[in-house]
């Protein structure tokens, strides 16, 4: 069964580094989505993506995120200049449509900000 | 905007024995609603969904789900829980327009031999 992938699985930067999120989204889906946990927290929608351009962001997704689909398959979410409260796991979705479309989760990347 | 609240943030309950999840959402218009299950370091997988049609939807392990929607509810649940259903459940809500999915705080499931 097809499934979402997402690397690394634990990644751990200090306070004002880059980092790059990787996702390979279900190869046949349109839709990509970013969600974080931060821990003891609900799970947030950060953007979607479809069409090489974001469709839908949160508040939270300021100009310290990006996204990029840099190939046919990958799906990644920068953070700039990261900060201690960026500290979360990190879900990758994908969905075939908008709408009535359930969203396919990856296993999450916990990122640690020290 | 939509938001959805789950009730109990934890749920123990014996094995065997039935289990109940609640959640009520919030929204000005049509919505979708689904139930996701973590298990223990791994992601998010959809247990169930409610599109439309018929208010009582079943999804995967046995579990089921009631759409109601004067009480703006979609309570789980599963009539005999067994160790393996230990794990954490969500919620989640979207409107018929967007993408973008709003979650419950979560209910960790915590079945007892």
């Known amino acids: 069964e097809p499934e979402v992938t997402q690397t690394p699985s634990h990644q751990v930067t200090q306070m004002g580094q880059e980092v790059i999120l990787r996702c390979v989204p279900i190869?046949?889906?349109?839709?990509f989505y970013w969600y974080r946990q931060i821990l003891g927290q609900k799970v947030e929608f950060l953007v979607s993506?479809?069409?090489?351009?974001?469709?839908?962001k949160s508040e939270i997704f300021d100009d310290q995120f990006s996204v990029e689909r840099p190939d046919g398959s990958n799906f990644t979410l920068k953070i700039r200049s990261t900060k201690l409260e960026d500290s979360a796991m990190y879900f990758c979705?994908?969905?075939?449509?908008?709408?009535?479309?359930?969203?396919?989760f990856g296993p999450g990347t916990r990122l640690t900000v020290t | 905007a939509q938001s959805v609240t789950q009730l109990d943030s934890q749920v123990p309950v014996f094995e065997e024995a039935p289990v109940e999840l609640r959640c009520n959402y919030s929204?000005?218009?049509?919505?979708?609603l689904f139930w996701y299950v973590q298990y223990p370091n791994q992601g998010l997988q959809l247990l169930l969904k409610?599109?439309?049609?018929?208010?009582l939807v079943k999804g995967i392990n046995g579990f089921e789900a009631e759409f109601n929607k004067s009480q703006t509810s979609f309570h789980l649940r599963k009539p005999s829980v067994h160790i393996s259903d230990t794990a954490e459940y969500f919620c989640?809500?979207?409107?018929?327009?967007?993408?973008?999915?709003?979650f419950g705080g979560g209910t960790r499931l915590m079945v007892k031999p």
């Open positions: 979705a994908s969905s075939p449509g908008q709408g009535p479309y359930e969203q396919y």
């Open positions: 190869s046949n889906h349109l839709y």
């Open positions: 993506f479809y069409n090489n351009e974001i469709s839908e």
């Open positions: 929204s000005s218009v049509s919505v979708y």
């Open positions: 409610y599109l439309s049609g018929s208010t």
């Open positions: 989640a809500v979207k409107d018929n327009a967007g993408n973008m999915l709003t």
